[in-house]
Protein backbone atom coordinates (compact mmCIF):
# COMPACT_ATOMS: atom_id res chain seq x y z
CA UNK A 1 0.00 0.00 0.00
CA UNK A 2 1.86 3.16 -1.30
CA UNK A 3 2.32 6.14 1.75
CA UNK A 4 -0.44 8.29 0.27
CA UNK A 5 -3.21 5.53 0.53
CA UNK A 6 -2.47 4.65 3.64
CA UNK A 7 -2.78 8.22 5.11
CA UNK A 8 -5.78 8.50 3.24
CA UNK A 9 -7.28 5.12 4.68
CA UNK A 10 -6.23 6.72 8.29
CA UNK A 11 -8.20 9.54 7.13
CA UNK A 12 -11.45 7.75 6.06
CA UNK A 13 -10.92 5.85 9.31
CA UNK A 14 -10.94 8.87 11.57
CA UNK A 15 -13.92 10.04 9.68
CA UNK A 16 -15.71 6.94 10.36
CA UNK A 17 -15.09 7.67 13.91
CA UNK A 18 -16.47 11.15 13.96
CA UNK A 19 -19.08 9.78 12.42
CA UNK A 20 -20.43 7.27 14.78
CA UNK A 21 -19.77 10.06 17.49
CA UNK A 22 -22.27 12.41 15.99
CA UNK A 23 -19.62 15.41 14.14
CA UNK A 24 -18.74 15.44 10.45
CA UNK A 25 -17.57 12.74 9.14
CA UNK A 26 -14.16 13.97 8.51
CA UNK A 27 -10.68 13.24 9.71
CA UNK A 28 -6.72 14.69 9.21
CA UNK A 29 -3.65 12.75 9.30
CA UNK A 30 -0.20 15.20 8.88
CA UNK A 31 3.11 13.37 8.17
CA UNK A 32 6.64 14.96 8.03
CA UNK A 33 8.95 14.60 5.63
CA UNK A 34 10.24 11.25 6.52
CA UNK A 35 6.49 10.11 5.89
CA UNK A 36 6.07 9.35 9.80
CA UNK A 37 2.16 10.17 11.31
CA UNK A 38 3.04 13.23 13.17
CA UNK A 39 -0.40 14.13 13.79
CA UNK A 40 -4.04 13.08 13.56
CA UNK A 41 -7.20 14.55 14.31
CA UNK A 42 -10.74 13.77 13.43
CA UNK A 43 -13.57 16.58 13.40
CA UNK A 44 -15.69 17.77 16.66
CA UNK A 45 -17.17 20.22 15.88
CA UNK A 46 -20.62 18.30 17.90
CA UNK A 47 -19.26 16.71 20.75
CA UNK A 48 -16.96 20.22 21.92
CA UNK A 49 -19.82 22.87 20.82
CA UNK A 50 -16.83 24.31 19.16
CA UNK A 51 -17.55 24.94 15.12
CA UNK A 52 -13.50 25.48 14.39
CA UNK A 53 -12.64 21.59 15.67
CA UNK A 54 -12.55 20.91 12.13
CA UNK A 55 -10.11 18.01 11.71
CA UNK A 56 -7.77 19.89 10.04
CA UNK A 57 -7.66 22.81 11.93
CA UNK A 58 -7.29 20.10 15.32
CA UNK A 59 -4.29 18.01 13.65
CA UNK A 60 -2.32 22.01 12.74
CA UNK A 61 -3.29 22.99 16.60
CA UNK A 62 -1.74 19.21 18.42
CA UNK A 63 1.03 19.44 15.79
CA UNK A 64 2.06 23.15 16.59
CA UNK A 65 1.60 22.86 19.83
CA UNK A 66 3.99 19.64 20.41
CA UNK A 67 6.32 21.20 18.31
CA UNK A 68 6.74 24.93 20.07
CA UNK A 69 6.41 25.98 16.79
CA UNK A 70 3.61 27.73 13.81
CA UNK A 71 5.89 26.37 10.89
CA UNK A 72 5.07 23.10 9.24
CA UNK A 73 7.13 23.35 6.05
CA UNK A 74 7.98 20.33 4.62
CA UNK A 75 4.85 18.54 6.25
CA UNK A 76 1.92 16.77 4.04
CA UNK A 77 -1.42 17.21 5.35
CA UNK A 78 -3.94 14.26 4.34
CA UNK A 79 -7.70 15.19 4.87
CA UNK A 80 -10.80 13.04 3.85
CA UNK A 81 -13.11 16.29 2.64
CA UNK A 82 -11.38 19.43 0.83
CA UNK A 83 -10.24 21.54 3.37
CA UNK A 84 -12.67 24.84 4.08
CA UNK A 85 -11.71 28.71 3.69
CA UNK A 86 -10.71 28.30 7.42
CA UNK A 87 -8.66 25.56 7.28
CA UNK A 88 -7.39 26.48 3.71
CA UNK A 89 -6.29 30.31 5.40
CA UNK A 90 -4.70 27.89 8.57
CA UNK A 91 -2.81 25.39 6.41
CA UNK A 92 -1.46 28.40 4.41
CA UNK A 93 -0.03 30.20 7.43
CA UNK A 94 1.68 27.02 8.94
CA UNK A 95 3.24 26.76 5.58
CA UNK A 96 2.64 22.84 5.17
CA UNK A 97 4.24 21.78 1.62
CA UNK A 98 1.79 19.37 0.48
CA UNK A 99 -1.95 18.70 0.84
CA UNK A 100 -3.76 15.62 -0.20
CA UNK A 101 -7.64 15.23 -0.06
CA UNK A 102 -10.32 13.23 -1.04
CA UNK A 103 -13.94 14.09 -1.41
CA UNK A 104 -14.40 17.85 -3.42
CA UNK A 105 -17.11 20.28 -1.44
CA UNK A 106 -20.69 19.31 -2.51
CA UNK A 107 -21.11 23.25 -2.09
CA UNK A 108 -17.47 24.54 -2.37
CA UNK A 109 -16.69 28.20 -0.95
CA UNK A 110 -14.30 29.28 -3.32
CA UNK A 111 -14.12 32.91 -2.76
CA UNK A 112 -11.37 34.48 -5.32
CA UNK A 113 -8.35 34.98 -4.20
CA UNK A 114 -8.68 31.50 -2.65
CA UNK A 115 -6.37 31.06 0.22
CA UNK A 116 -4.71 28.38 -1.12
CA UNK A 117 -3.43 31.62 -3.47
CA UNK A 118 -3.98 34.87 -2.20
CA UNK A 119 -1.21 36.92 -1.50
CA UNK A 120 -1.76 38.36 1.99
CA UNK A 121 -0.46 34.51 2.69
CA UNK A 122 1.89 34.51 0.51
CA UNK A 123 4.78 34.55 3.61
CA UNK A 124 5.05 30.56 3.32
CA UNK A 125 5.58 29.32 -0.66
CA UNK A 126 2.07 27.50 -1.75
CA UNK A 127 1.28 24.40 -1.05
CA UNK A 128 1.08 21.41 -3.64
CA UNK A 129 -2.39 20.57 -3.73
CA UNK A 130 -3.75 17.47 -4.69
CA UNK A 131 -7.39 16.50 -4.68
CA UNK A 132 -10.27 13.95 -5.27
CA UNK A 133 -7.80 11.07 -4.02
CA UNK A 134 -9.18 7.93 -3.33
CA UNK A 135 -12.62 10.36 -3.95
CA UNK A 136 -15.22 7.45 -3.93
CA UNK A 137 -14.20 5.88 -0.49
CA UNK A 138 -14.04 9.48 1.29
CA UNK A 139 -17.62 10.19 -0.39
CA UNK A 140 -18.91 6.84 1.00
CA UNK A 141 -17.80 7.66 4.66
CA UNK A 142 -19.61 11.22 4.09
CA UNK A 143 -23.04 9.23 3.14
CA UNK A 144 -22.25 10.69 -0.56
CA UNK A 145 -21.45 7.40 -2.29
CA UNK A 146 -21.25 7.71 -6.10
CA UNK A 147 -24.78 5.21 -5.50
CA UNK A 148 -26.99 8.17 -5.14
CA UNK A 149 -25.36 10.35 -6.91
CA UNK A 150 -23.14 12.06 -4.61
CA UNK A 151 -26.21 13.57 -2.21
CA UNK A 152 -26.30 12.46 1.21
ZN1 LIG B 1 -12.37 23.27 7.66
Known amino acids: ????????????????????????PFGAV???ETGAVVAEE???????????????????????????TNCLEGMTLYTSGEPCIMCAAAIRKTGV????????????????????????????DLPEVQGGYMEDECLRVQGRGAENGGAS
Do not use: Y
Open 97 to 124: SRVVFGAHSRKPFRPEPHPFTDPQFAEN
Open 30 to 32: IVD
Open 42 to 68: RNRENTECDVTWHAEIGALRKLTRSMG
Open 1 to 24: MSEDRRNMQRCIELAQKARDAGDH
